[in-house]
Structures are given as C-alpha cells and as structure tokens.
C-alpha cells in the first residue's frame, strides 16, 4: 500500500475546508421537506442551547478523543499517564471504560439549571470519533452499557436515553451529536495498518467490503438512535473529513490521494427521517442537502449569514471536562448570545460533565446568573430576527417576529451597568416611534427623534442606580 504523506495530506485538506466554509453561504441548500423547514424554523427561535462532550476521557481530564489521533498538533498531544508509547497510550485510553463509573449522574439537575437559564435545546455527544458509545448499541461492546463499565449495573447506564428522557420531559428540543469517524471500530481503523492520521486507514476503493461494512455499522448505530431514544430532533453529525471525495475540488493536484469516504448520506438520511420526521441533519462542513444548518465554531460571524446557523462555543476553554478549567464569565456568556442573536443565529454552549458525572459547580453558578438576566431580557431574545444595523459600537439589535417593537441591547464591560445620559441609535427606516422603555426599570423614558436618529435621555439616578447587569435593553415599540 502506498504511503501518504499524513501531514501534507492533511494541511491539504485543512485548507479545503477552509475553503469551503468561506462559500458555505453560497452553497447552503434549503431542505425541500416542509417538515424539515418548519422544524428549521422552530429551532431558530429557540437561540440558546446546551451542548456537552461526555465520555471516559473525562477520567483523564484530557481532550475528548484527539489524543488518539496520530497527527502532531497541540490539541492531539496524549497528556495522560501512558503517552510515551502510542499503543499503549491507545490501550489504556480505551480501558478507561473499565473504571468509567460517574454515579452522580443526574440529568433532571442539568434540566433545572438549564431550563432556568433560558436553554431550550440540547445537543449530546453520543459517539466522539474515538467511538465510545454513550448509549446502549448494538454493534459494539465498547460502550457506556458493556458488562465491562461499572456503570453498566446502575439502571440509568444508558446515559443517552437518560439525558433525552429528561430534557424532553421539559419540552427541550433534542440533539444527537455522532461522530462519522469511528477511531475504536476495525471497520474504520483497520488494526492490520497504523492509524495515519484522522482518515480511515485503509483505501476504500481497495478494500470496499470493509467499508461496507463500516457503512453499515454507521447506518445502524444511527438507526438505534432514531428508533430507541424518544423524539429525535437534531442529529449532528461530525467528522466533516468523512464524505465523498465529489465534495472535494477535483482541480487540486492532490485530488488523486484523496479517500472516497462516502457513507451514503442519502440513505442515512431517509432512514432516519422515516423514523423521526422532520430531523434536522447537520452533516457540518459538507455543503449540500444535508447540512441544514452551519456552525461556526468557538466564533461568532462578523455579520449575518443568510442561512440558519448555530455558534458552538465552550463555556470553558475545553469541550470535555478538565480539572480547574477557566470558564467564560457570566457577562462574557451574555454578550456572545445578545451578538450571535443579533446577527440570527444560535448560541450553542457546552459544558462537560466530569467523571462523577456531575458539572463543576462553576457551570452552575453561570447559569444561574445568566437565568436571572434572561428572565428580565429573555423578550428581546426569544422569537427575534436581525435586523439593519445589527449593531453600533456595544448597541445590538433585534427585532420582534410578532410585534413592532425593536430591542437595543447596551452591553456592559461589567456585571454592573452603568448608563450615560443620551444614547444615540440609527434605526433604518422606522419613523413613528410611540414608546420606548427599558427592560426591568419601571421608570418612564424620554426620547426624540430626527431622520433617522433616535434619541434616548437617561434620568440622572438611573445611570448608576439601576439594578440592571450585563446589558441595558431599550424595547422600542413603534
Ligand atoms: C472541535 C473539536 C471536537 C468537538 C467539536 C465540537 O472540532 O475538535 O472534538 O467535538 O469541536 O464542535
């Protein structure tokens, strides 16, 4: 078999990818299902959802799956107590199976905490590429349920079902994070080669009954998921680099070097949407039919797109749970949901859970905090649009899907607002203004306007003493 240069072949497709994601606007393809449209449009009125990276590597408190890819980058380097030697590394991460017992598990908790501060979506990963099933499979014994885990004898060892159970219950829309990839699975990390790099190791087009039989274990595994777990409503699928080599620039030189890794997206997708109408697919980084919406990740858009997306941002500064990790102030939290919202998109933000299966009590402590200022702010979030100009200087802007009212959030460097005694705001295209408020203050307040300009006049003991945090929301109802 002859030998890819792994790092070539991967800057190689790095840059693709970029590529591509620069075009996604272009090539964004709206579903013809009317029930995927209007599960589309549900979602984007939800804004703000619960993302969580799950699995034995959290005993570690190392990067989720990454340390088992052989390429040389930061993010793979193996951290954990067996990295001198890559298999052995690779073995003893695979044994934590066997010590995986997290019996603080409780996913009614996780519902209250985000429930309260204002999510309405969950998305979980039910695989990651390193191919531990969180849920109860069929097709492999390396999984959350395998006699093997401690935790297989608790009666809520199949987390997945456990986690739906409980967000559905509180009318959450539900996310099946699956990774393509499937680094335990010999069908895709074949052990007769070393693993390469992220890619199947082997060359489909050589070897097709292998991949055929990774194609069916894939279409299964999703399969149980659409068919055992209740009301399926996202599935979000990640691995971008697993797709048909079609997708790839055919002009590039190394085209030729290339894997056809097509699972049959087609196929996938029909089944699954039999069992659960309406799914919305999130088939991330390979544009076409299957990717419904985009997901920038850790970023927020400088602008809006013109297609549904969804910012996937950690509240720390890791996807899976690390020992002291720094988290993400409550105002920092507030600010990317009031700018992701205000370009039209969601904020899809992950915690991950710990080995015992409970959050760091930090996770709480923000949520709590960002419920507090929802509940004040939460109208001029919830069943918004963008609208022109989006944002001036710290003002950003939404608009009510159902009223005439636009919201002007202020945002604050600090907790603590502190207001000046004019502001000055350019709505487009809005003439007659009947009132203006600010959310959470009873007091009256004073405006003028002149084309094109709104002016608004903050009583004097208001711009200090209100008891407002991490924004100032002027509703303005015209
Ligand atoms: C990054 C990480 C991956 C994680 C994903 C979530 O791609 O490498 O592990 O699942 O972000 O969006």
């Not at 290339?258 to 309406?278: S, V």
């Not at 295209?429 to 709104?454: H, M, P």
């Not at 006049?457 to 509703?475: G, H, I, S």
Request: aromatic fraction near 14%.
């Amino acid at each position: 078999m002859k030998k890819i240069p792994a790092l070539i072949l991967i800057l190689f497709i790095s840059t693709l990818l970029k590529a591509q994601e620069h075009q996604m606007s272009k090539s964004y393809v709206l579903p013809t299902d009317t029930l995927v449209q209007k599960k589309l449009h549900q979602w984007q009125d939800l804004k703000f959802g619960l993302f969580m990276h799950w699995g034995p590597y959290s005993e570690w408190g190392v990067v989720e799956s990454w340390s088992l890819c052989p390429e040389d980058a930061g993010f793979t380097q193996r951290k954990g107590p067996y990295g001198a030697n890559y298999f052995e590394y690779k073995k003893a991460y695979e044994n934590l199976l066997t010590t995986f017992n997290p019996t603080k598990f409780n996913p009614e908790k996780w519902v209250k905490a985000a429930k309260n501060a204002g999510m309405k979506y969950v998305v979980f990963t039910t695989k990651h590429h390193d191919g531990f099933s969180m849920f109860d499979t069929k097709q492999t014994d390396y999984k959350i349920t395998s006699s093997r885990d401690p935790f297989s004898s608790n009666p809520r060892s199949n987390v997945t079902k456990e986690i739906f159970n409980a967000f559905s219950k509180e009318n959450f829309m539900i996310g099946a994070y699956f990774s393509k990839p499937d680094w335990h699975s010999e069908y895709y990390w074949w052990s007769y080669f070393p693993p390469m790099g992220r890619n199947v190791n082997y060359d489909p087009a050589k070897y097709p009954d292998r991949w055929q039989k990774f194609k069916d274990f894939t279409y299964n595994q999703i399969g149980e998921l659409m068919t055992d777990y209740g009301k399926v409503d996202i599935l979000w699928l990640d691995g971008g680099w697993v797709r048909p080599k079609s997708t790839f620039d055919s002009t590039s030189p190394d085209y030729k070097k290339i894997y056809d890794q097509n699972i049959d997206m087609a196929n996938i997708a029909a089944m699954a949407r039999k069992k659960q109408p309406g799914l919305i697919i999130v088939d991330r980084t390979v544009p076409g039919e299957f990717e419904n919406y985009t997901t920038p990740e850790q970023k927020v858009p400088t602008e809006p797109l013109d297609h549904p997306w969804e910012s996937c941002i950690t509240m720390g500064n890791s996807w899976s749970y690390v020992p002291g990790d720094q988290y993400k102030s409550t105002n920092q939290i507030v600010s990317l949901l009031v700018k992701i919202v205000s370009r039209g998109g969601n904020l899809l933000m992950n915690i991950g859970p710990g080995p015992d299966g409970d959050w760091d009590p930090i996770a709480y402590s923000r949520l709590e905090q960002i419920g507090a200022w929802i509940k004040v702010n939460g109208e001029g979030i919830y069943g918004s649009d963008a609208v022109a100009p989006y944002s001036e200087g710290n003002i950003f802007y939404t608009k009510s899907k159902n009223s005439n009212t636009i919201y002007a959030f202020s945002l604050s460097d600090n907790d603590k607002v502190k207001l000046s005694g004019t502001l000055t705001l350019h709505l487009k295209g809005i003439s007659k203004i009947k009132k203006v408020s600010l959310l959470g203050v009873e007091r009256k307040i004073k405006f003028s306007t002149a084309a094109d300009a709104l002016t608004i006049t903050v009583p004097a003991n208001l711009q200090e003493n209100n008891n407002l945090t991490q924004t100032a929301t002027f509703k303005i109802q015209y």
